[in-house]
Each structure stands twice: as C-alpha cells, then as structure tokens.
C-alpha cells in the first residue's frame, strides 16, 4: 500500500495498492520533491472514469512502469472533486499546451509547482496518434535532467500564459460598452449549433448542455418565439428516447458519444441529473406532456435508489465500468429478454430497438424506438393497459439487473452537487404539486446545513461523523455556494417559507466577503489564494456545470428584489456589466450568463400573493412555467418591500408588477 491508503477519496482508495508511489497531494509531497529536486507528476481523475481506469490497469498497475516512476519522479494523485480549484488551474495548463483536456489529466511540474508538460490520456505502447506512457516519462526525465534550463524556461513560459489568460479574462471583465449586449445574436449564434435531426447542441459526443436549453426556453418565453421552445421539447423527448436516459432504472449518464443519444458514456453523475430534473420541470410546465412527468418521477426514484446516503445527502456517482467492460451493467443480449419476459420479449425487444446481433458491441443498449402509444396502437391494447405490461417487464429486467457485480459508486457528499439536486427536486415539486419532490428537496437541503456548515464557515465535502481525513476540512469553493443559493431560492418558491430567504440573504453576505474581487468585479473560485496554488482561479464560464459566478448573481438580484437589500443588487450589476462583453464568446459556454442579462434587461416579472389563501394559491401559479421572476406569497402583513401595503384582511390577492409597471390586482 501506498501513502493513499488513509485516503477517503474513493477514486484515491482506488490507486492505494497500486506499485506506484502515489501520494495525496499535501505538504509532504511537495516539500520532497523540492528537497530531491525531483519533477512532479500530478495525476488527476475521479473514481468513475473510465479512462482513468483504463490507464491504471495498463500503466499504473505495472511494476516495472511503476519502479520507473518512483526512481524518476514525486507522484502524487489528485482527486478532481476534491480540489476542483487546482483541477482548474491544471486542465488549463493542458488545454494552453494541447489544445483540449479532459481526465485522466497527466501534468508534470517543477519542484516549485511550474507546470511544464501535460496529457490526457497515454497508452502502454505507441497508438491512436499518441505517445505511450514510457515515452512520455522517458522524454520527461531526459529533458528535466539533461535540459534543465529549457525545461525551466518552458515552465516560466507557461506560468506567463496563464497569468496572460487571467489578465485577459480581467480585461474583458472590467470592460464597458456603451449599447447593451447583444442578445439576438447571442441566441442566432447558440442556434448555429443546434442540431435539427436529433436535439442538443453539435453532433458528437453530446452533452446535456443545460444551462443553454434553459436559456433558450426563457428566451422564447420572453420574446414569444414558440420555436425556440420547440426545439428544447424536441430535444429532451430525444434524450429520453435515447440510451443515455437510463430506460429501467430511471436518470441519466454523463452524455453519449453519438449524434442519436443512443450510445451513452455509462457514469452517472449526481449534478447531470439534478440539473436535468430543473430543465425536465422546466418543459413540463411548458407542455404539460406526459413523458416529461414520467421523465422527473424515474429521476427522483434513480436518486433516491441509487445515491441517496443514510445521513440524508445524496452520493456523487455511479461508475461506468463493471466486469472487466464498460456499460456491462446496463446490456442484454436477447436471450435473457426471452428467459426473463418471455412472450413479452419480442415487442419488448422491437420498442427498445434490441436485435440478436445487438446493436452495440454485441450486446443491446435499451433505448426506446417506439412510444408506449405506438407500441399499444400496433399490439391492438388499450394503452392503459399496455402501461401495466411495460412497467412489469421493466421490473423484472430491473430487479435482474440489481443482481448482477454491482457497479462502483464514488460515495463522496459534496456540498455543490447535492445543492443542484436540491434545486432540481424543489423545481419537480413547482411543476407537479407532488409531495414527494418537495420532501425530498428538504430531506437534502436539511443534510446540508447540518453537516456543511460549522464555526461560521461552509465546507465543500461532507465524509462522515468522526474523521479527520483532510478531505472533509476543505473549505466551499464559489460553485458550492452558487449552487447552494439557488436551491434556497427555488425551496422558497416551492415552500413559500421566508426563513429559506433569511439563509439565502445570510449566504450571499459571506459570498461577497469572501469570494468578491471588488477591483475586477468579479468572483474567484477559492475564498483565499492558498498556499498550494500557483494563482487563485477566477470562476466565469459554463464547464460541466453551470458558471458558478453567474448562479451568485442572478441570486443577488432576486435576493436584491425580495428583500430590498441595496448591496446585494450594486454587487450584481457591477458584476453583470463586467462580463456582459464575454457573451460574445462561444456561446454554450456563457448560456447561464446569458439567462441572468435576459432577465435584467427584459426585466424580472413580480408575481406576488397576499392573504389569507396565498400558499394555496402560490403552489397552483408555481406550475405554471413563469421564468425571468420574482415569485413571493404571505398569508400576514409583511413590511418586506413586495409586500408593503398590498395586504387586504379577508381577501387573497395577486398582484403582477413588470418594469416598474403593475396590473391591477387580481382577487383569487
């Protein structure tokens, strides 16, 4: 075992009794290499990468790999959801040396932290166009050793780049621009990338792309553009066709690696699937479709199934991999449809496009090439009745398919993650009026103030009563928080609870003390510099998840409106105003900042109850889809701003105010 091996990480448990010598990263590794003066090499994944696998079975599984690395190098392993600060930093180094990143993220460093070389990926021998991971290190250690002075340069070249990255990214913040930015074609260049025969955005791999597909049904709600809206309907009704929606046991994987949304990448990560439960909601209240309704009870019933911990949080992932073969857990062949359903195989098979042959890899993917209404209509059933012989062969391919390895799952509980869950099920439960969303909502929101939060301060991960590994002293980064403002919002408009606003204001405080940059007009990802990293990461654009500083903002407003808290809003303009000219950028990586500026200059729609009904009320007007919004109710006098003066004692009003004008109220 090496020194990973008190780690609680699951993905560094994963590498503990590898022959390499890895450490966690920490203040013993570093100050080693700089008393060997050794390069470092800093290995970065997350424990349900399949590619991370794939290279530590072929590479760092290998003994005499291994001695090579432990004689030449400081090897440190990094988990990613751990410290998404330095994974930031570092998949920036890789994107300025290679152009692109992902994980495995492979980067080699001075003793003193300059990165100086980095790779994704490396194969066992020489293929697919790339180095082998011998190589690499070979050329590594021979340029560290016997080219010092170039290698320093290079490090000093790259440190250059990326404090000429940040002070771009600076500039462009801190510009302004007289006109305001323009929106029209922000949408005209998003749409550039729509794909019109199969949903989504681009051709493959395709990702969810949330924020965009929020964006653009605020958009067309906004500037009443029905296509607009279609197309995120069409869209999601082809996700849910596609083998990247879990066709039995309900949620999402990460994306899929074809244009059709047939052939998912199998992990399944927490935050893809509370997104998609806000976006699914989202459309329900659009269309009132059915399969949207369908689509957010099987998410809710995968979460709980699947990652909800005893403790009341929910766990961040599922693996991709099991016996030995990527998506294993999820295949059949169809001779076990035949031996499980019997006489219900052959149209089992043909709705969820299953062949003898199969139809990946000799196996069969379930996707679903035939809505229940088109497979009843062809057996001659009553489709209420078809409903019943679906939903019971999905329960008998389910519950064979729980029996079989069961699949890796990384049980860490990270604050942000569970946070955009929490909003999703608060944004199923607005939709639906079902309890069970709103319970679930609470369950996990009630989680996490009580095990995230102590002496006055937020932390990122949460790994049990007890410990001390290093890991649960992390403190929050801006994304957690974000996120975690969101939910408290979208549980007060689905509670109509004032005490959630109460935290969402007490946040926001701590948010701006801790992570403004009042010069720049902007947010860093960390609250302090740190001792460990080679500069403070800003947080701006959409990743894989939606841009942190964005969430803060559009919370700063609302919190701005609902409470009438000055600050809050001059922070949220300054801050506004300063990236509104990096929407010119590409735009799927800026739809969430697009959302926030569409709702300042169309102007947030106050809808507002009073009296004593309002609740009732407020849960019926909260399926209706109404974005862009400030949504408040109180059953008693209130001297908050919205409230002030509008309460009539017997009688339930609503009142709906747009800029700076309001209807008449509307008795209810």
């Given at each position: 075992m090496n020194h990973l091996q008190y780690e609680k990480s699951p993905y560094l448990l994963q590498h503990a009794d590898n022959p390499v010598d890895w450490y966690p990263w920490g203040e013993e590794a570093l100050q080693r290499a700089r008393e060997e003066d050794k390069p470092i090499l800093l290995s970065i994944g997350y424990s349900t990468c399949h590619w991370c696998h794939v290279m530590e079975h072929e590479s760092f599984e290998d003994e005499d790999v291994a001695a090579y690395m432990n004689a030449h190098f400081i090897n440190i392993k990094l988990d990613r959801e751990e410290r998404p600060d330095l994974d930031r930093i570092y998949m920036r180094v890789c994107e300025l040396l290679t152009g692109s990143g992902g994980w495995p993220l492979n980067v080699f460093l001075t003793p003193g932290l300059k990165p100086f070389f980095a790779g994704t990926y490396f194969p066992p021998e020489p293929r697919y166009g790339r180095m082998s991971w011998s190589q690499v290190l070979q050329t590594v250690v021979y340029n560290f050793y016997e080219k010092r002075e170039?290698?320093?340069?290079?490090?000093?070249?790259?440190?250059?780049?990326?404090?000429?990255?940040?002070?771009?990214?600076?500039?462009?913040?801190?510009?302004?621009?007289?006109?305001?930015?323009?929106?029209?074609?922000?949408?005209?260049?998003?749409?550039?990338f729509r794909d019109g025969a199969w949903g989504g955005f681009g051709r493959a791999p395709k990702f969810p792309q949330v924020s965009s597909l929020s964006f653009m049904l605020a958009w067309s709600y906004a500037k009443e553009l029905p296509e607009a809206a279609d197309f995120v309907l069409f869209t999601l009704e082809k996700m849910l066709q596609g083998g990247i929606c879990d066709q039995l046991g309900g949620g999402f994987a990460r994306y899929a690696t074809d244009q059709a949304w047939r052939i998912p990448h199998f992990e399944k990560m927490l935050y893809d699937n509370g997104l998609l439960l806000g976006v699914l909601a989202e459309a329900f209240q659009v269309s009132k479709r059915p399969v949207f309704l369908r689509a957010l009870r099987e998410t809710q019933a995968f979460l709980e199934r699947e990652l909800r911990s005893p403790e009341g949080g929910f766990y961040a992932a599922l693996d991709a991999d099991s016996e030995g073969r990527e998506g294993a857990?999820?295949?059949?062949?169809?001779?076990?449809?035949?031996?499980?359903?019997?006489?219900?195989?052959?149209?089992?098979?043909?709705m969820h496009g299953c062949t003898e042959e199969g139809n990946w890899e000799g196996s069969n993917i379930l996707w679903r090439l035939k809505e229940p209404e088109e497979m009843a209509a062809e057996l001659g059933m009553e489709l209420s009745v078809f409903l019943q012989h679906l939903a019971k062969a999905r329960e008998k391919l389910l519950a064979h398919r729980q029996k079989r390895l069961s699949l890796h799952r990384d049980d860490k509980l990270l604050l942000g993650w569970n946070a955009l869950a929490v909003s999703g099920l608060a944004k199923a439960a607005q939709a639906t009026g079902e309890k069970s969303f709103e319970e679930s909502a609470l369950r996990t929101l009630q989680f996490l103030k009580k095990h995230f939060y102590r002496n006055e301060q937020w932390y990122h991960q949460y790994v049990g009563e007890g410990t001390d590994a290093r890991a649960a002293h992390t403190p929050a980064f801006l994304t957690d928080l974000a996120y975690l403002l969101r939910a408290l919002i979208d549980v007060y408009e689905c509670t109509q609870q004032l005490t959630w606003l109460e935290d969402a204001s007490g946040l926001a405080t701590y948010v701006i003390k801790h992570f403004y940059d009042e010069d720049r007009k902007r947010f860093y990802l960390t609250a302090e510099a740190g001792d460990d990293l080679i500069l403070r990461p800003v947080e701006d654009r959409d990743s894989e998840t939606p841009s942190g500083a964005a969430y803060v903002t559009d919370a700063l407003f609302y919190l701005a409106h609902a409470l009438g808290i000055e600050r809050f809003g001059e922070v949220a303009r300054e801050v506004l105003e300063a990236h509104a000219p990096r929407l010119s950028e590409h735009p799927l990586a800026w739809s969430a900042w697009a959302t926030v500026l569409l709702a300042e200059q169309e102007g947030r729609n106050e809808w507002i109850i009073v009296g004593p009904d309002a609740q009732a009320h407020a849960r019926k007007l909260a399926q209706k889809y109404l974005p862009l919004r400030i949504f408040m109710s109180t059953e008693q006098p209130s001297d908050l701003p919205l409230f002030r003066d509008r309460f009539q004692p017997g009688k339930t009003l609503l009142y709906h105010c747009h800029h700076f004008s309001c209807d008449p109220p509307i008795a209810l």
């Open positions: 170039l290698v320093e340069r290079e490090a000093e070249r790259v440190m250059k780049a990326l404090q000429e990255g940040r002070q771009t990214a600076a500039s462009k913040v801190v510009a302004r621009e007289n006109e305001p930015t323009d929106l029209e074609d922000f949408y005209k260049r998003l749409s550039a857990y999820y295949l059949w062949s169809m001779d076990e449809l035949r031996e499980l359903l019997g006489e219900d195989a052959a149209w089992f098979a043909a």
